[in-house]
């Protein structure tokens, strides 16, 4: 590019995995400046909810003078969390890649206003995240968690679960996490409907049998066993499970959320657990994380929660270098990003 290039990488977890020899194939002139900046997780979570109150700004940590430099000279920032009000703080950036598919807690940041360009981490997550989707579901049909009471208990009680082929799974929100969950569903014999924004009629997909717009979300729900939401956390999708689409869903089914939490009525998710109309449910994300020791959620019956963790550490960070450096090489050809994000959508 003929000039200094600054790379900033703040999210500690990726240190390791930066390698400056393959950047530097890639743009010789690179420099990286891996000085920490983090956001903790409930204002993370906070910030993608409401991302302009007075909390959230009273909260936000103070800069060091270290990151204050960091953030000066950046023109590329690959990482997990960015300072809010960006643009002044970084006045060189140009692109932030982020290490996540979600990319709600950059909305506080005004990339707009900068002209910065956002690419996000989808698919990095998908295959470890579908996995766990599946071993949900699997542990649900075939009753592992009576199996492992029994056994501890030292009753040898015979309890036979159901079977997962013959099934019908609706993955509302045909991205990259619920496409592995489709594609690994598909090898057990399961029938697969698809929801995605972007369908237009006639519009098919390989990788399920059928699929719909937004539209067909009740009667699609009400034709489904397994019904797994993987669609986006945008302002448009809050609450998209609703006491209606609850009612709407096939009875004695089974409801997985890999998504965001603001996508679910939690009041109403409990009420259909409480009243049995669902067989059970599994969600590994909450519209408050962590969530409070209090919260109604815990105590609801045949809810399985987990704590954002349906992802996996292994191999995760080098994954998330090898998407940096496919569109770092984009970037310095001044070709079009990966995964770009349109940040007047949040995807």
Not at 120 to 130: Q, V
Not at 224 to 234: H, N, Q
Not at 243 to 262: C, L
Request: a negative charge; proline letters at 7%; hydrophobic letters at 40%.
């Amino acid at each position: 590019m003929g000039e200094e290039l600054v790379v900033y990488v703040p999210f500690p977890m990726l240190h390791p995995s930066i390698d400056l020899d393959r950047l530097r194939k890639i743009e010789p002139s690179v420099e990286v400046v891996t000085t920490p900046f983090d956001v903790d997780h409930e204002l993370r979570t906070m910030r993608e909810q409401q991302p302009f109150s007075d909390e959230i700004r009273s909260r936000q940590p103070e800069l060091t003078p270290d990151q204050l430099d960091a953030f000066a000279r950046a023109h590329v920032i690959f990482t997990l969390d960015v300072p809010m009000d960006l643009p002044p703080l970084a006045p060189n950036l140009r692109w932030i890649q982020a290490i996540g598919s979600g990319v709600g807690q950059f909305v506080s940041c005004r990339l707009e206003d900068g002209g910065i360009a956002l690419t996000n981490g989808a698919g990095i997550g998908a295959p470890p995240i579908a996995e766990w989707v599946i071993a949900r579901v699997l542990q649900i049909i075939k009753l592992l968690p009576e199996h492992d009471a029994a056994a501890r208990e030292h009753r040898w009680d015979t309890v036979l679960g159901g079977q997962l082929q013959g099934k019908t799974m609706a993955v509302i929100g045909l991205g990259a996490i619920g496409r592995e969950t489709a594609r690994r569903a598909r090898a057990f014999g399961v029938k697969l409907i698809g929801i995605r924004r972007s369908w237009q009629p006639g519009m098919t997909d390989p990788d399920v049998d059928e699929l719909h717009g937004p539209g067909a979300l009740a009667d699609v729900v009400g034709r489904s066993d397994i019904v797994v939401l993987t669609a986006p956390g945008t302002d448009d999708n809050d609450n998209l499970f609703d006491d209606s689409i609850f009612s709407a869903m096939k009875p004695d089914s089974i409801f997985v959320n890999v998504a965001r939490g603001t996508l679910v009525d939690e009041a109403a998710l409990i009420d259909a657990l409480a009243r049995g109309h669902l067989r059970a449910a599994a969600i590994d994300v909450a519209r408050a994380e962590p969530l409070p020791a209090d919260d109604p959620l815990w105590d609801a019956p045949n809810l399985y929660i987990s704590p954002h963790s349906s992802t996996s550490g292994e191999g995760y960070a080098d994954r998330a270098f090898d998407l940096f450096c496919r569109n770092f090489e984009r970037f310095v050809s001044n070709e079009p990003l990966e995964n770009l994000v349109d940040l007047s959508s949040g995807y």
